[in-house]
């Protein structure tokens, strides 16, 4: 794989890593989101569709969408797809780090796994 096509699905993965940590982001300003009836329908869309970090969520998934629909057409789906594991690795040591989610061994072995992985199949 080029360096550039790397980059390419780099950038979408991490754009949509940051779109996850923000929509999480977002529905901590928003509190527990349900369908409980205190809220009517477009209320509640009105809020969400209204929260910053959700907005900024999508934004960055819409970006990595147009980048990933470049990197397939430079790559065959099964060297890039995997590459959205990165993507779990990057968020769980930032969802750790800023937002106090738990990071035991079991994930820690899990992340090493999908780190492996990924590197066998680039170089595929």
Do not use: H
């Not at 982001?25 to 989101?33: C, H, K, P, S």
């Not at 900024?56 to 990595?64: D, T």
Request: hydrophobic content about 55%.
């Amino acid at each position: 794989m080029k360096l550039s096509t790397f980059a390419l699905i780099l950038c979408g993965v991490l754009l949509n890593a940051a779109a996850q940590l923000s929509l999480k982001a977002g529905t901590r300003q928003l509190g527990v989101i349900g369908f409980d009836g205190q809220q009517g329908p477009v209320e509640l869309a009105f809020n969400i569709g209204t929260q910053p970090w959700i907005v900024g969520g999508l934004a960055c998934y819409v970006v990595s969408v147009a980048l990933w629909i470049a990197a397939l057409s430079r790559v065959d789906v099964m060297v890039a797809y995997p590459m959205l594991s990165i993507g779990y690795v990057v968020n769980a040591f930032i969802a750790w780090q800023f937002m106090g989610e738990a990071l035991t061994m079991q994930r820690l072995v899990g992340i090493g796994v999908i780190m492996v992985g990924v590197v066998i199949l680039s170089r595929g």
